[in-house]
Structures are given as C-alpha cells and as structure tokens.
C-alpha cells in the first residue's frame, strides 16, 4: 500500500533553517508529483509546493519563493522540504502528499516549532 | 492566485442533512475536492472530480458542482462525521485550499 513516511519533530530557532524528509513506498517513486502542505495550529492547510521526482523540478507557492526549496533523492524514493529563515509563524505541522486521479495520500506530519 | 471561500462553522443535529459550500472562480474550469480532517488525524479524501467517492467512503457523503461553487452534502449526518471539511482545487498543478469548515453534529 502507499505509504508517505515523514522525519520526526524538529524545534528551530528564529533565523535557522529545517529540512523535513518524506520516504514514499507502496508505488513508482517517479510516477507522481510530491506536494508539500503545511497547517499552523487551530489554522487551515497551506500549500507550500511541489517537486516532480523525475525531473528535480519544483514549483513554490509564491509566498514562499525565496525560502523554500524542495530536493528529492530517486534511489532511496526520498522528498525533502527545506524551509529556511524561519519565524515564530512557520510553526506548524508540515505534511507531504500525493495525489492520484481518483484518491489522496499524505505523510503523517512533522511538526515544526520555532522558539528562541 | 486563487481562493476558495468556506463557511466557517455549520452545524446540525444527528441524521440531518448537512450543506458545506466552497465558492471560487477556478472551480469553473476545475474540479474540487473535500477533504475531512479529524484531530491530530492527516486529511481524508472524502469527494473528487465535484462528486465522485473513494472507495470506502460512506454513500451519505456526495458532492455536486455549479458555477464557480461546489457543495459537500452528509445525508444523515452521524456523530462521528464531526470534523474540520476543506475544500480543494488545483490550477496548473498549484493547489488551494478553502479556509476550512468546522462541521459539528449533536
């Protein structure tokens, strides 16, 4: 089955940068794009991003072009999110997911503090 | 770029009916989602393509489309449907998210 398996919590301080990783199993790594959402407490879902695991190439929400980059390794089926100069309201949990045409499939969250 | 607008809040009694709608100009030209979000849970895929279920979504949720606005409809919604509802679309692979909807059954 699809499993998108995610990096554990991370706590940050202002100004650091985190790099959260997204190991896919269960399907062809390449055969999908990889989104990147992310949800602030008591907040709604926020679209980051999205890299195609072929190519390399990524396409960023524009309010976070700049800060963020998306990378991928195809040999272990691997995604990473890299989100830099963080602030106190980049606290969230930050899932990855992928969608099929007729269904949806997403990591397990991995919150993100940031806390001087 | 694109929005998607929500109710806030709508609530219902056990085995009512329950209408969440989700307006936004790229619904004309693309089909919506609904997702259900319990807490501390990842969404759950609950409607795609405006009205289609995935397998092992009950039959009580649908969705139907108009326009510019889609709406989610729980037949007989039960306890156990509460729940945070978002809905979804995607423009040239870019995806939005409504701001959420708080359902709340009893």
Redesign the interface.
């Known amino acids: 089955q699809v499993q998108l398996v995610q990096s554990g919590a991370e706590v940050k301080k202002p100004g650091a940068s985190v790099k959260v990783s997204c190991k896919a199993s269960g399907y062809t790594f390449t055969d999908y794009y990889l989104h990147w959402v992310r949800q602030a407490p008591g907040q709604a879902l926020e679209w980051l991003g999205w890299i195609n695991p072929t190519s390399g190439g990524t396409n960023y929400a524009q309010k976070f072009q700049g800060r963020v980059a998306m990378t991928r390794d195809t040999s272990i089926s691997t995604a990473y999110m890299e989100l830099s100069g963080l602030r106190s309201d980049d606290t969230a949990l930050y899932y990855c997911a992928k969608n099929t045409a007729t269904n949806n499939y997403w990591g397990q969250g991995t919150l993100v503090t940031v806390s001087s | 770029?694109y929005e998607l607008t929500q109710p806030s809040s709508v609530s219902v009694s056990p085995g009512q009916t329950a209408r969440i709608t989700c307006s936004g100009d790229v619904l004309a030209k693309r089909y919506g989602?609904w997702?259900q979000?319990k807490p501390g849970q990842?969404?759950v895929?609950v409607i795609?393509k405006d009205n289609?279920r995935?397998s092992g979504i009950p039959e009580r949720f649908s969705g139907s489309s108009s326009g510019t606005t889609v709406t989610l409809t729980i037949s007989g919604a039960q306890v156990e449907d509460e729940a945070d509802y978002?809905c979804?679309s995607?423009a040239d692979?870019?995806?939005?998210?409504?701001?959420?909807t708080k359902l709340t059954v009893l």
């Open positions: 770029s989602r997702f979000q990842a969404p895929l795609y289609e995935p978002y979804y995607a692979n870019n995806w939005v998210f409504g701001g959420g």
